[in-house]
């Protein structure tokens, strides 16, 4: 299997590429306005090393604009060589050497993504939770550690940790975290929020 993996999830963008379990490429790149276009310069160098017969991508919760980058360049691999499509949540693919741990995140409108990660499964979420609830949550997992991609102050002891692309195409190889194939979306913790310009009224 040559596997090629993508997360753009975060304020870190990383690819990998893996051919038999063997890493033929691992690379990060600052994820800021200008990352597609990074993504696909790291992508012109995964032709030239080989052509993946799998992409796994890593589908947040994050940037919904991130993620969609990566999900329409599989979607561009997928076209040109027929590839296999997985997608796995961001989370269970932190930069940790922590098997056991809780991943949280801000998900905007004072709620929070939660998500209990074993083994690189996620064994509870991502979820929304309200910051009562992220409390508790602290409490009842108070022995084990809590990760976030950025410094959270409604959890000073979260320690800032970000998805990769290696460690999402380990995961991926072993069959481990899969949550979608072929049809891929972001992960949507609540229903999609449309606000209308007001010069242009919703249609009836």
Request: hydrophobic fraction near 45%.
């Amino acid at each position: 299997m040559t596997l090629l993996a993508i997360d753009t999830s975060s304020t870190r963008g990383s690819v990998a590429l893996l051919r038999d379990g063997a890493l033929l490429l691992d690379e990060s790149f600052s994820a800021d306005r200008t990352h597609s276009a990074t993504l696909f310069t790291v992508l012109e160098r995964v032709r030239q090393l080989a052509e993946p017969d799998t992409i796994a991508v890593g589908l947040g919760p994050g940037s919904f604009a991130g993620i969609r980058i990566a999900i329409s360049a599989a979607i561009g691999f997928q076209i040109a060589l027929g590839c296999k499509l997985v997608g796995l949540p961001s989370m269970a693919a932190l930069d940790t050497a922590e098997t056991h741990f809780c991943a949280v995140g801000d998900a905007r409108r004072e709620t929070f993504y939660f998500t209990r990660v074993e083994d690189g499964r996620c064994v509870d979420g991502p979820r929304l939770v309200t910051a009562e609830e992220l409390r508790a949550l602290d409490v009842q997992f108070a022995s084990v550690p809590f990760f976030t991609p950025v410094e959270l102050p409604e959890l000073p002891r979260a320690v800032v940790a970000l998805p990769l692309a290696r460690r999402l195409a380990e995961l991926a190889a072993a069959g481990t975290s899969i949550v979608a194939e072929d049809a891929l979306e972001p992960l949507y913790l609540r229903e999609v929020h449309i606000t209308w310009p007001k010069s242009a009224p919703p249609p009836r």
